[in-house]
Each structure stands twice: as C-alpha cells, then as structure tokens.
Nanobody, 126 residues
Framework: QVQLVESGGGLVQAGGSLSLSCRVTGRSFSNYGMGWFRQTPAKDRDVVAGINWSAANTRYSDSVKGRFTISKDNAKNMVYLQMTNLKPEDTAIYYC???????????????????WGQGTQVTVSS
C-alpha cells in the first residue's frame, strides 16, 4: 500500500521561506514521478512543481518558477519542495502526489497522478 504524508507547512511572512517534505511508503518509490499541487477554496488543485522518477527532469508553474525547487531522494523515499520569496498568493493547501508511470516526462495534469497525500496548509501573511 502506498501512502504519502506531507509535513512542513505553517505560517510565514511574505518574503520568507518554507520547506515542505513528503514521505512515501512503498517499495517502488524510486520509479515514481512526483508532484506538488496546491488548492484554495477559490481555485482548483493545480500543479506547482513536478519531478520525474530519476530526478533528471523538473517542471514548474510560471507563478513559482525561480522561487520554488522540487527535489527527490530515492534512498529516503522523500520528496521536497523548497519555497523562497513567498507571497500571500502562495497561500493554499499543498498536496504531494505520486505517478507510477516511470516516465521521463513530468506530468502536470493531476489526473495522471495515482496517489495523494492529505495536504499541508501554507499561509503567507502580508
């Protein structure tokens, strides 16, 4: 059974930094592409960043490019999202997701992802 558990959310002032972690249980983690998504009451769950199974490829939404960094540690079954220069519009629930396809491509469509965490709240005050 595959489970994803996010941690690291919290309250931060605008301009600050926060690091999210996602622990994945399951024997095939090294084969998974991973993604971070976020959702607010006013918006659908949209991709923030993604990384392919080997960590060779990454993709970012335009809104976070240059500020967020996704990384993957296959030895520890962990994926991370380092967020810097945070803005109030980054406030959302952040979800970690896993894609079993072992593709070189990094998917941004949430329907591609097979497993999801419960989410962690990130709040950026102005």
């Amino acid at each position: 059974q595959v489970q994803l558990v996010e941690s690291g959310g919290g309250l931060v002032q605008a301009g600050g930094s926060l690091s999210l972690s996602c622990r994945v249980t399951g024997r095939s983690f090294s084969n998974y592409g991973m993604g971070w998504f976020r959702q607010t009451p006013a918006k659908d769950r949209d991709v923030v960043a993604g990384i392919n199974w080997s960590a060779a490829n990454t993709r970012y939404s335009d809104s976070v490019k240059g500020r967020f960094t996704i990384s993957k540690d296959n030895a520890k079954n962990m994926v991370y999202l380092q967020m810097t220069n945070l803005k109030p519009e980054d406030t959302a629930i952040y979800y970690c997701a896993a894609d079993r396809s072992s593709s070189w491509f990094v998917y941004t469509d949430r329907s591609t992802y097979d497993y999801w965490g419960q989410g962690t709240q990130v709040t950026v005050s102005s």
